[in-house]
């Protein structure tokens, strides 16, 4: 299964940065700049997106590939590699006693601590 997502900014927005996780793979766009992301494998419908004021999140599903084609006309694989599959996610790779995603946003993408003021998450 094949499913594609466009990610884009407007001409009024600042710079953006779009993270593909579990991989860390993290990639910088100015304004006006756009990106088709293809997810490739069985549960590609699954793809979740986190927005941050700065960014986006994209948390790939398992045994997925993810693809990212530029309006250069440029495609590349940028997560989802059978030949590195990632732990605790991917069929082929070790398990883990955390989820990849709670230990990712737990090191890397934190909630400031005056998100959520009421104690809710």
Known sequence: MEFQLSVSAS?????FDLW????????????????ILSF??????????SHRSDGLIVWRPADTEVWATTPDGSCDQIAGWRDLPAPGLDSG??????????LIEDLFHPEPPDAHSDGSR
Do not use: L, W
């Open 11 to 15: 001409p009024d927005s600042h710079p």
């Open 20 to 35: 593909i996780e579990p991989e860390g793979m993290m990639y910088q766009f100015p304004a006006r700049s756009t990106v």
């Open 40 to 49: 490739r494998g069985p549960d590609a419908m699954k793809a979740e997106i």
């Open 93 to 102: 790779g070790a398990p883990m006693t955390v989820t990849p995603r709670q």
